[in-house]
């Protein structure tokens, strides 16, 4: 099956500090990615997505950056909220089919 | 703002029972998911459905699962006889349009389902 992966975790950080969350993806032929936020109780939140003839793509307070070449993805979530605390994913969607593949997740905290 | 809203929260049943889980996806939705998450472990697909037909399902979706779109507003998830295994939070969702397009999924809050 297809593989998408966090290289860290849990993540932890001062309030109004950078965040960085990194991904792996394994599919090349993956065409959609998402940046999805969990906050505990909660389903998947969308944050920003990135289709994959871009580099970078930025929203409020958020920038998605995607690396083709090492088929890797991070969100950058620029001074960070308390609010901000959750667990992010990120997600595939092959241009084979329409499903989306999860990674594991990050627990993101924000130490105030 | 629209919301896809799943119920029950909780669900608690003895293995072998019939569950049946509920979702009313976003009204002008044309695309519906069911997607699970075990403790601890990533969101993994189960099915997605379109048309009133189900148009892709994962290896997990087997014969004991099945989905309906009994009327114009909701979607359920039936698993037929529980397995110790099958608990998980399971989460709808839906979406506008095909995935590939560029619309993005919208989840419930998840049902999480306790099997004993």
């Known amino acids: 099956g297809e593989s998408v992966g966090l290289h860290l975790p849990t993540l932890s950080v001062q309030e109004g500090d950078n965040s960085i969350i990194n991904c792996a993806y394994s599919?090349?032929?993956?065409?959609?990615f998402i940046w999805y936020k969990q906050e505990s109780g909660k389903g998947p939140q969308f944050i920003i997505d990135?289709?994959?003839?871009?580099d970078k793509r930025q929203g409020q307070r958020v920038t998605v950056l995607l690396n083709k070449t090492v088929k890797h993805l991070s969100l950058q979530i620029a001074a960070t909220q308390p609010g901000d605390s959750a667990v992010y994913f990120c997600?595939?969607?092959?241009?084979?089919?329409?499903?989306?593949?999860f990674g594991t997740g990050t627990s993101l905290t924000v130490i105030p | 703002e629209p919301e896809v809203t799943q119920t029950p929260s909780h669900q608690v049943t003895q293995m072998g029972q019939e569950v049946i889980l509920r979702c009313v996806p976003i009204?002008?939705?044309?695309?519906f998911y069911w997607y699970r998450q075990i403790l601890g472990q990533k969101v993994e697909f189960l099915v997605s459905?379109?048309?009133?037909?189900?148009?892709?399902k994962s290896e997990i979706f087997d014969d004991q699962f099945s989905v309906e779109r009994p009327d114009g507003s909701n979607f359920t998830l039936k698993i037929r006889s529980t397995k110790l295994e099958d608990s998980a939070m399971y989460f709808c969702?839906?979406?506008?349009?095909?995935?590939?397009?560029?619309?993005?999924?919208?989840f419930g809050s998840g049902t999480q389902l306790s099997v004993l």
């Open positions: 459905f379109y048309n009133n037909e189900i148009s892709e």
């Open positions: 599919n090349s032929a993956s065409d959609y």
């Open positions: 969702a839906s979406s506008g349009n095909y995935q590939g397009g560029g619309e993005k999924l919208f």
């Open positions: 009204s002008n939705h044309l695309y």
């Open positions: 997600a595939e969607i092959p241009n084979t089919g329409n499903q989306f593949y």
């Open positions: 990135i289709r994959s003839n871009m």
